[in-house]
């Protein structure tokens, strides 16, 4: 990014603008995505995701409601930070959030994609599996 540019502070934009550029084959654009958009990945991933943090199920139906029907961006999404969240805090998640998730899962249907590509394991919470796995498509 050159001298006097501004970094949008928006994580949501943040977040798909670091994922277009670590995914570019230019070297460049991966510099600068690790250089000038860490902080955005950082935020979701790290921040948002870890800390279980208010408002952790709108951040994630934002990011999947800006990139629509971009099924690349929606299966990143949903492997990444909405696999953290439901896999590795599952159990440490309230019922509140967990209905809030499971909720915009059945009515948006870019937030669904993302849910779908969560991979579950055998020691993942079944009582969380069991609410999320119903959105894979049949087999």
Not at 7 to 27: I, K, Q
Not at 46 to 57: K, L, P
Not at 83 to 102: A, F, I, M, V, Y
Request: charged share 25%; aromatic share 10%; hydrophobic share 45%.
């Amino acid at each position: 990014m050159g001298v006097g540019m501004t970094v949008d502070p928006n994580p949501v934009s943040g977040y798909w603008t670091h994922w277009r550029l670590s995914t570019s084959n230019d070297p460049d654009a991966k510099k600068e995505a690790q250089r000038d958009w860490w902080w955005a990945w950082e935020a979701v991933d790290g921040g948002a995701i870890d800390a279980n943090a208010d408002g952790v199920a709108d951040l994630l139906v934002a990011l999947a409601d800006a990139v629509p029907g971009d099924e690349a961006a929606l299966a990143y999404l949903g492997a990444g930070p909405v696999e953290t969240l439901l896999r590795n805090r599952g159990g440490e998640l309230s019922p509140k959030l967990l209905d809030r998730l499971e909720g915009a899962a059945r009515r948006n249907p870019n937030f669904r994609i993302a849910v779908r590509c969560v991979w579950w394991g055998d020691d993942d919470d079944p009582a969380v599996v069991a609410r999320f796995q119903k959105f894979a498509p049949p087999l």
